[in-house]
């Protein structure tokens, strides 16, 4: 299916373009003010921003800075295009998340197809955890690997060793950028384990994946975790 372009539409115009994606990405530009209701309320004042709408669900809406969306749903979400008092209005909601992305003029609607990004994968959460494995110091000098997906309570950690003084180390694997949930699960695991050794027992957990959010960083940092930027 060919790609489709809307220039200055009225919002009806819109509306029934967004209607027409039959399968296909939807590019919103304009002006619109965002109102998000979820894991926390907040509101942004009408400004010109960028809203994707992917064919899995997932809504973006981007800004004039920075990569990372200033608010969005994950994929799978439901929407709902309208008009309302002459407005074009997008409203997206997932498990309890709503987006409600309100345009007061909107400059640009274009549908276009878009490929799936896991048609070919290179590089598996395996082939890190074999990376490891194969050179433990890639973690940090004197990591010993002592056992993969070890079973806690919590779930498998991805790998399970000491470090050079001896403090048992759980490592989860990631083979892409991640952000707070992964630091959570390492917390969880973290926890786990010394529950499983003991009450009192050191442990540290250190996350290995290609990058991580700023955010998550930060997490890292007051959880006491560590962060080893490594690949598969």
């Known amino acids: 299916m060919d790609a489709d372009y809307h220039a200055d539409p009225t919002p ?78 997008l ?18 609607v274009a549908l276009f197809p878009l490929d799936d990004a896991d048609s070919e994968v290179s590089g598996t959460e395996e082939d890190l955890r074999e990376r490891v494995l194969a050179d433990p110091d890639l973690v940090e000098e004197g990591f010993r690997p002592l056992a993969t997906e070890r ?3 919590a779930g498998a950690i991805d790998v399970y060793g000491k470090d050079a003084s001896g403090t048992a180390v759980a490592v989860e694997l990631k083979r892409r950028r991640v952000g707070p949930s992964a630091v959570g699960q390492l917390d969880r695991y973290v926890d786990a384990l010394r529950r499983d050794l003991h009450a009192d027992a050191e442990v540290r957990g250190i996350l290995v994946a290609p990058s991580v959010t700023d955010r998550a960083r930060r997490l890292l940092t007051e959880n006491g975790h560590d962060f080893v930027p490594l690949s598969p």
């Open 91 to 108: 409203r997206g909601e997932r498990d309890g998340e709503t987006l409600v992305c309100r345009f007061l003029a909107v400059d640009l």
């Open 151 to 153: 079973d806690t309570a």
């Open 12 to 89: 009806e115009a819109a509306r029934d373009a967004v209607r027409d994606a039959a399968g296909r990405a939807v590019s919103l530009d304009g002006v619109c003010e965002l109102a998000y209701d979820g894991r926390a309320a907040s509101t942004l004042a009408p400004g010109r921003r960028h809203v994707l709408l992917k064919p899995d669900g997932a809504l973006l809406a981007h800004a004039a800075t920075g990569h990372q969306p200033v608010n969005w749903l994950a994929p799978g979400a439901t929407h709902e295009i309208a008009v309302e008092d002459d407005e074009l209005v």
